[in-house]
């Protein structure tokens, strides 16, 4: 679940953000704010993951509040003007939304939040757990090669087979994807397919119901959605 903020003195703006976000499930609307003085009111006793946040508002402007704040959650700019791009960009904004937006260029921003987050996850679960083994061993025929972990994109099942996708070629080897699976740091490697384990690092973008790792389209099985959406939770 992410949890946003509207800050918007629009009422049309925060209407077209909801529709938008009504799509997404994992998309929990926290607050409706009209200015970025209840925006300040409201998160001095809440947090919130994310703030859709427009620039031009009476008093305070967008940038002006967000300037206020010493820890601010993960922000997407919302604007009808494009000229504060660069000094929305310099202040660590997410991304940045030219109105009118449509639905697929708002997904964009929310795929770009998702990476973050699982970035920020993985990072959090290295920090807090032992170190990780940064090689495996696996069997191919007779021998047993090792395999750097940070070279490995994802494992694809192939009949009684597995192909290791690595950065520069394709292993293929007599496992199960489940054995292999017991092998990898579950930090690092999650399943999201009965057929496909990837590595969280080299996720490039969340797409619907596919993960995008370089020129791969890994496809996101029913059951492991959930999974997947913890991620950014």
Known sequence: MITYLIID????????????????PYLVLQKNCYSALEAMEH???????????????????????LKTLTNPP???VTTAYADFALEGFELNVLDYL???????????????????LAEKSLNTGTMSGESMPESIFIKDNKKHIQLQLNELLFVEAY??????HLKDRTLTTH?????????LPKERFL?????????VEKIEQIEGNRILIRDHKVPIGQTYKQSVHRLFT
Do not use: W
């Open 9 to 24: 003195d629009e009422t049309a703006a925060h209407e077209i953000i909801c529709d938008y976000a009504a799509e997404l």
């Open 175 to 183: 496992q199960t994807l489940s054995s292999l699976e017991k092998q």
């Open 98 to 116: 030219l109105k009118p937006f449509s639905f697929s260029r708002f997904i964009t921003a929310i795929n770009k939040l998702e990476i973050k």
């Open 191 to 199: 399943r999201v397919h009965k057929s496909f384990l990837i590595a």
């Open 159 to 164: 009949g009684n087979y597995i192909k290791l």
């Open 43 to 65: 998160l001095s006793n809440h947090k919130v993951d994310l703030i859709f946040l427009d620039i031009n508002m009476p008093k305070l402007s967008g940038f002006q509040f």
């Open 74 to 76: 993960k922000v997407i």
